[in-house]
């Protein structure tokens, strides 16, 4: 017959963002826990609450299949003396395997003779194996753990009880001082304990209790509510879904209500108000039909209707303190002047095993400029842009940043406006801090494109020379983070630049201006392109692109993030061609005998006087019009152009002794090899390429 299993942990409330990760993981697990034991089963439900992670499995099979298994052992010439007796071998595994030497066979493997034995395994009762749930639930892994009482397990949070029941039988698991049973808790205030009389029947027992425990149908709940309360009274609510997911993972019995604030301050920034409700108080924002800003919001309680009013006076009253503090630093913060934030940024570190804030400003300064003269900024935002990177980190020190870490940008756009700024400025200095995630949005001006790239350069470069390098998982300055925003940035402007000189000159710039800091800097350029070309490599990977393709032109001789992505893209795009694989293999050829030689490598002067076969003469004047302009041409041109020597290569070999007993002959034609492969390793170590038929 098919069972269903119910399992449920019962804890102290969980942070709501560890809630959806748990269920997921506890769902995995328990799906890959049975596959292992040979359980199948229909389909797993999940339910999760803050107060519960809980599994309904739905058509488990009785019991494991029986397995007939044929299980080798030594080989028959160890296993029986020169006379036939059996040996200490044969008898040990035999015994082994539950077994005597009777049960002895012997089987031909790849010409030699093996004893074997048949076993016949039965498979355990579903009940049996359920019980090894035990481990499924203390397997799990949480962002925090702690521990309680006198126990050293750690766990999110202590477990209060366990339910477990196939059927309507409990299956015996222990963790602790807690013993499955088939009693589960209600609603904390409006609930209370239910006995299970099976499985089946946990959902409508809870819902009974004032628990919703099907996250998606809570979910959807709260949605209709928000919806009825901005319908009748012609609002409209954004239902930000990570809000939205927050929110559901704090309730188990979900009511919405609207409730008001003053309409004073609504002439704080929009940004300062949305902030206030939605990060801090997990309040979704109310605005017109035209989306204007209106001064109501809305939130959910975690409870019936009952009472209700004095919950949203105390919401009410609650944000208008936070307001209040939001509306005093608004003031005060705008009796400063810029220059006077700046003034203080002197004093504010950056990190103290590198500078101050304003001494990465005079950084930022230098290497914003090299950058927007490299990229071919207008001389109108070259102006933006030099004023931006001299105040750009002016917000820090507001006291609205200071109560709101999450403006730091916003509010700098918005003070810097009020400070008669440029919009340009303005939006720069906001701009500067994306993306703030992964996928987050990019800068969409030009200045605050570039103003973003530098600082972050500056950031990585400072960090590294500092000894501060990410490992592993540990990246506590989120380096890896502003090293993708650069990638991503340069790839959305289509700007080229070689990351190695531009390192090497900003660098060289900060020290005639005497703003470097007292690190060495120059010793981490290498270090900090490596770092760079891993995110490149995340990068392609993002868009499909081969492995060992992102790891060709990451390993090429060009630290051009456009021009590495161009490549890629290159060649994916060329990898199912006909001829891609016979291109490929005549270039690797040439690059793994240009390594051969042992000349100077600046020293690429080829004598034709010392040609001894035609091919030699048709290869140097192929080459000579291939690297004509190579370096300035696209990823595509200069694959095509490479592709066309295949022939001339090929003859070339064929024709050629490359490793000739005259050295003056050999380093000849390993001078004519290296230059094609400067002109490959420019596209990328295709060598790294696996290439197939």
């Given at each position: 017959?098919?069972?269903?299993?119910?399992?449920?942990?019962?804890?102290?409330?969980?942070?709501?963002?560890?809630?959806?990760?748990?269920?997921?993981?506890?769902?995995?697990?328990?799906?890959?826990?049975?596959?292992?034991?040979?359980?199948?089963?229909?389909?797993?439900?999940?339910?999760?609450?803050?107060?519960?992670?809980?599994?309904?499995?739905?058509?488990?099979?009785?019991?494991?299949?029986?397995?007939?298994?044929?299980?080798?052992?030594?080989?028959?010439?160890?296993?029986?003396?020169?006379?036939?007796?059996?040996?200490?071998?044969?008898?040990?595994?035999?015994?082994?395997?539950?077994?005597?030497?009777?049960?002895?066979?012997?089987?031909?493997?790849?010409?030699?003779?093996?004893?074997?034995?048949?076993?016949?395994?039965?498979?355990?009762?579903?009940?049996?194996?359920?019980?090894?749930?035990?481990?499924?639930?203390?397997?799990?892994?949480?962002?925090?753990?702690?521990?309680?009482?006198?126990?050293?397990?750690?766990?999110?949070?202590?477990?209060?009880?366990?339910?477990?029941?196939?059927?309507?039988?409990?299956?015996?698991?222990?963790?602790?001082?807690?013993?499955?049973?088939?009693?589960?808790?209600?609603?904390?205030?409006?609930?209370?304990?239910?006995?299970?009389?099976?499985?089946?029947?946990?959902?409508?027992?809870?819902?009974?209790?004032?628990?919703?425990?099907?996250?998606?149908?809570?979910?959807?709940?709260?949605?209709?509510?928000?919806?009825?309360?901005?319908?009748?009274?012609?609002?409209?609510?954004?239902?930000?879904?990570?809000?939205?997911?927050?929110?559901?993972?704090?309730?188990?019995?979900?009511?919405?209500?609207?409730?008001?604030?003053?309409?004073?301050?609504?002439?704080?920034?929009?940004?300062?108000?949305?902030?206030?409700?939605?990060?801090?108080?997990?309040?979704?924002?109310?605005?017109?039909?035209?989306?204007?800003?209106?001064?109501?919001?809305?939130?959910?309680?975690?409870?019936?209707?009952?009472?209700?009013?004095?919950?949203?006076?105390?919401?009410?009253?609650?944000?208008?303190?936070?307001?209040?503090?939001?509306?005093?630093?608004?003031?005060?913060?705008?009796?400063?002047?810029?220059?006077?934030?700046?003034?203080?940024?002197?004093?504010?570190?950056?990190?103290?095993?590198?500078?101050?804030?304003?001494?990465?400003?005079?950084?930022?300064?230098?290497?914003?400029?090299?950058?927007?003269?490299?990229?071919?900024?207008?001389?109108?935002?070259?102006?933006?842009?030099?004023?931006?990177?001299?105040?750009?980190?002016?917000?820090?020190?507001?006291?609205?940043?200071?109560?709101?870490?999450?403006?730091?940008?916003?509010?700098?756009?918005?003070?810097?406006?009020?400070?008669?700024?440029?919009?340009?400025?303005?939006?720069?200095?906001?701009?500067?801090?994306?993306?703030?995630?992964?996928?987050?949005?990019?800068?969409?001006?030009?200045?605050?494109?570039?103003?973003?790239?530098?600082?972050?350069?500056?950031?990585?470069?400072?960090?590294?020379?500092?000894?501060?390098?990410?490992?592993?998982?540990?990246?506590?300055?989120?380096?890896?983070?502003?090293?993708?925003?650069?990638?991503?940035?340069?790839?959305?402007?289509?700007?080229?630049?070689?990351?190695?000189?531009?390192?090497?000159?900003?660098?060289?710039?900060?020290?005639?201006?005497?703003?470097?800091?007292?690190?060495?800097?120059?010793?981490?350029?290498?270090?900090?392109?490596?770092?760079?070309?891993?995110?490149?490599?995340?990068?392609?990977?993002?868009?499909?692109?081969?492995?060992?393709?992102?790891?060709?032109?990451?390993?090429?001789?060009?630290?051009?993030?456009?021009?590495?992505?161009?490549?890629?893209?290159?060649?994916?795009?060329?990898?199912?061609?006909?001829?891609?694989?016979?291109?490929?293999?005549?270039?690797?050829?040439?690059?793994?005998?240009?390594k051969k030689g042992s000349f100077a490598k600046d020293d690429l002067t080829v004598n034709p006087d010392l040609f001894e076969n035609e091919s030699e003469k048709v290869l140097f004047e192929a080459v000579k019009k291939a690297d004509d302009g190579f370096t300035g041409l696209g990823a595509e041109?200069?694959?095509?152009?490479?592709?066309?020597?295949?022939?001339?290569?090929?003859?070339?070999?064929?024709?050629?002794?490359?490793?000739?007993?005259?050295?003056?002959?050999?380093?000849?034609?390993?001078?004519?090899?290296?230059?094609?492969?400067?002109?490959?390793?420019?596209?990328?170590?295709?060598?790294?390429?696996?290439?197939?038929?």
């Open positions: 017959m098919a069972n269903n299993f119910l399992l449920e942990i019962g804890l102290e409330e969980i942070p709501a963002h560890v809630v959806t990760p748990s269920i997921n993981q506890l769902k995995k697990r328990a799906s890959d826990f049975l596959s292992e034991q040979r359980i199948t089963f229909e389909n797993i439900k999940t339910f999760s609450t803050p107060r519960r992670l809980a599994l309904f499995i739905t058509g488990l099979a009785d019991k494991q299949p029986d397995i007939d298994k044929s299980v080798k052992g030594p080989a028959k010439k160890i296993a029986q003396d020169a006379d036939g007796n059996w040996t200490k071998a044969a008898i040990g595994f035999s015994k082994g395997q539950g077994a005597s030497t009777d049960d002895i066979t012997f089987k031909d493997v790849k010409g030699t003779q093996y004893v074997f034995v048949e076993k016949h395994i039965a498979g355990k009762p579903v009940d049996e194996i359920l019980a090894g749930m035990k481990g499924v639930i203390t397997a799990m892994t949480f962002p925090t753990m702690m521990k309680w009482g006198t126990y050293s397990f750690e766990y999110v949070r202590p477990i209060k009880w366990l339910v477990a029941l196939l059927n309507a039988k409990v299956i015996p698991i222990k963790i602790l001082n807690v013993t499955a049973d088939r009693i589960t808790s209600g609603h904390r205030f409006l609930g209370k304990d239910v006995e299970l009389a099976n499985a089946d029947e946990y959902e409508e027992k809870l819902t009974e209790q004032f628990v919703v425990a099907d996250a998606k149908k809570r979910k959807e709940l709260i949605s209709k509510q928000i919806h009825k309360i901005a319908q009748d009274n012609n609002w409209k609510i954004n239902l930000d879904p990570d809000l939205l997911e927050e929110v559901n993972n704090l309730v188990e019995w979900p009511t919405a209500f609207a409730g008001n604030f003053a309409d004073k301050y609504l002439t704080i920034p929009d940004e300062v108000l949305i902030t206030s409700m939605k990060d801090h108080q997990r309040f979704f924002y109310v605005t017109d039909q035209d989306g204007k800003l209106l001064p109501h919001f809305v939130s959910v309680r975690n409870g019936n209707d009952y009472d209700l009013q004095n919950v949203i006076q105390g919401n009410e009253k609650v944000l208008t303190a936070r307001l209040e503090d939001a509306m005093f630093f608004y003031q005060e913060d705008q009796k400063k002047s810029i220059a006077d934030y700046v003034e203080r940024l002197k004093k504010v570190s950056f990190h103290d095993k590198i500078s101050t804030m304003y001494e990465k400003m005079q950084r930022v300064q230098v290497i914003s400029r090299y950058l927007g003269k490299l990229v071919g900024l207008s001389d109108d935002e070259l102006k933006d842009l030099s004023r931006a990177a001299e105040i750009y980190k002016f917000d820090l020190i507001t006291g609205m940043v200071g109560e709101f870490a999450e403006l730091q940008g916003i509010m700098g756009e918005k003070y810097a406006l009020l400070n008669g700024e440029s919009p340009a400025v303005a939006k720069a200095i906001s701009e500067h801090y994306m993306p703030i995630s992964a996928n987050g949005a990019l800068p969409k001006s030009n200045v605050g494109a570039v103003l973003a790239v530098a600082d972050k350069l500056d950031s990585i470069l400072t960090f590294f020379a500092a000894g501060m390098i990410p490992s592993g998982s540990n990246d506590p300055y989120a380096l890896r983070r502003q090293a993708s925003g650069i990638v991503r940035i340069a790839a959305d402007k289509k700007w080229n630049f070689d990351l190695i000189a531009t390192l090497k000159n900003v660098i060289d710039d900060e020290e005639k201006q005497a703003v470097a800091p007292k690190l060495d800097m120059k010793g981490q350029i290498n270090a900090v392109s490596d770092f760079m070309k891993d995110r490149i490599k995340q990068f392609l990977d993002d868009l499909g692109i081969r492995y060992d393709i992102a790891d060709a032109v990451t390993s090429g001789s060009q630290t051009n993030i456009v021009f590495n992505i161009a490549s890629g893209k290159m060649l994916q795009d060329h990898k199912d061609d006909n001829d891609f694989k016979a291109v490929i293999e005549s270039l690797t050829r040439v690059q793994r005998i240009a041109e200069d694959f095509q152009r490479l592709a066309q020597l295949k022939d001339d290569i090929n003859t070339y070999f064929d024709a050629t002794m490359i490793m000739a007993k005259d050295d003056q002959l050999k380093n000849n034609r390993l001078r004519q090899l290296t230059l094609i492969a400067n002109m490959i390793m420019f596209v990328g170590d295709l060598d790294k390429l696996v290439v197939k038929g």
